[in-house]
């Protein structure tokens, strides 16, 4: 399996109610509507029940649980839905239903024109984005500070592209920024993955590869296959496959080094296989919450309308080979309310810690 896996937040309900406003699934009709000619509204259901055809066989092939569906069940009852709609542009919400009936939390159906942003695709007619995004669309805050003599502090962002050039620029970004801070003779390190909430990992483990270490920091792990998941020299490899690379690969001064990763509940999807290449690591603690359990690995398939299929393909593994079953919990769970409002209490605890 050498296709790119990817780590997309995912959230059914909010994705559910997105997509039934964009495609008028549960809006009213107005009650003087002309209804479309019937030859239209059959052109229009033969594409709903295309995108629903494409969508089932990859689900069908591809899908980490596939043995324990009945898809032949599944596939009736998913297009007699479709059918019976009230709106011939219903296929998304149909997929999207097809989830929910097998209890999958990590798989959506992401609508054409987001499928061109998140894969920088100006060039699909269908999904045209004539506004190239701000880069703020496509990746969360990097900060870091030095908080005292020897302890430095710093977030891994989400990433929302698979452009190549913007993810190297990322990735850049936060090994820049480790060697900034490390300037000052940092030996003690602080990593925020509190809001985090996904998307492409690469960028992420390439970045903060530096602290991570050279080696494998994890798998992705199916029926007949453990990939290794490794930092090595500036590039982050799915295999023997490089998925993200800085141009020039920075290797912190201390020898020894202390490590506390901050984790919560919107630490998701690529936020967590983040969490896990740490998790276990010699002088590595988790502080914080537990984190939102999409510990599952995703891959891409483009329909026919240039909408993307995010289907769950494998679990997730420790570099120990230790696969991940839901939330990671992490070493002390701190409750992020029983402090000041205005105090961090997590990141204090963790300084505290540090500091001993």
């Known amino acids: 399996?050498?296709?790119?896996?990817?780590?997309?937040l995912a959230i059914p309900l909010l994705l559910s109610s997105v997509i039934s406003t964009a495609y008028g699934h549960d809006l009213p009709r107005p009650r003087n509507a002309v209804p479309p000619p019937d030859s239209l509204k059959l052109a229009c259901l033969e594409k709903a029940s295309r995108l629903l055809d494409e969508a089932l066989v990859f689900m069908q092939k591809n899908y980490y649980k596939r043995e324990n569906i009945s898809w032949d069940t599944?596939?009736?009852?998913?297009?007699?839905?479709?059918?019976?709609?009230?709106?011939?542009?219903?296929?998304?919400?149909t997929i999207t239903w097809c989830f929910q009936q097998i209890n999958e939390s990590h798989s959506f159906i992401m609508p054409a024109e987001k499928a061109a942003v998140y894969n920088n695709d100006n060039n699909n007619d269908a999904a045209s984005t004539p506004v190239k995004p701000d880069l703020s669309q496509l990746v969360g805050e990097i900060k870091g500070e030095v908080l005292s003599d020897s302890i430095a502090y710093l977030t891994v962002p989400w990433v929302s592209t698979t452009d190549s050039m913007i993810c190297m620029q990322i990735a850049d970004s936060i090994?820049?920024?480790?060697?900034d801070l490390d300037t000052r003779k940092i030996s003690k390190w602080i990593i925020d993955l509190r809001a985090n909430t996904g998307g492409n990992c690469w960028p992420m483990l390439a970045g903060i590869g530096p602290l991570l270490g050279n080696g494998t920091c994890g798998y992705f792990v199916s029926d007949n296959e453990k990939i290794p998941i490794a930092y090595r020299d500036g590039a982050a490899f799915q295999g023997k496959h490089i998925r993200c690379q800085v141009s020039k690969c920075y290797r912190i001064k201390s020898g020894r080094k202390s490590i506390v990763v901050l984790t919560g509940h919107r630490t998701v999807s690529a936020g967590e296989i983040?969490?896990?290449?740490?998790?276990?690591k010699t002088a590595v603690h988790l502080y914080g919450e537990p984190t939102a359990g999409m510990t599952t690995a995703n891959a891409t398939y483009t329909l026919s309308d240039?909408?993307?299929l995010v289907l769950t393909v494998c679990r997730e593994a420790d570099f120990t080979g230790t696969i991940c079953?839901?939330?990671?919990?992490?070493?002390?769970?701190?409750?992020?309310?029983?402090g000041d409002k205005d105090d961090d209490i997590t990141k204090l605890e963790a300084l505290r810690w540090l500091q001993m």
Do not use: W
Not at 175 to 179: G, N
Not at 274 to 280: D, E, R
Not at 325 to 338: H, L, M, Q, R, Y
């Open 306 to 308: 240039h909408s993307m």
């Open 274 to 280: 983040v969490a896990l290449a740490f998790k276990g």
């Open 74 to 93: 599944l596939g009736v009852m998913a297009r007699t839905r479709l059918k019976n709609s009230a709106n011939c542009d219903d296929a998304y919400a």
């Open 325 to 338: 079953e839901g939330s990671i919990v992490p070493d002390k769970i701190i409750n992020p309310n029983a």
């Open 175 to 179: 090994q820049q920024l480790i060697a």
């Open 1 to 8: 399996m050498l296709r790119s896996l990817a780590f997309l």
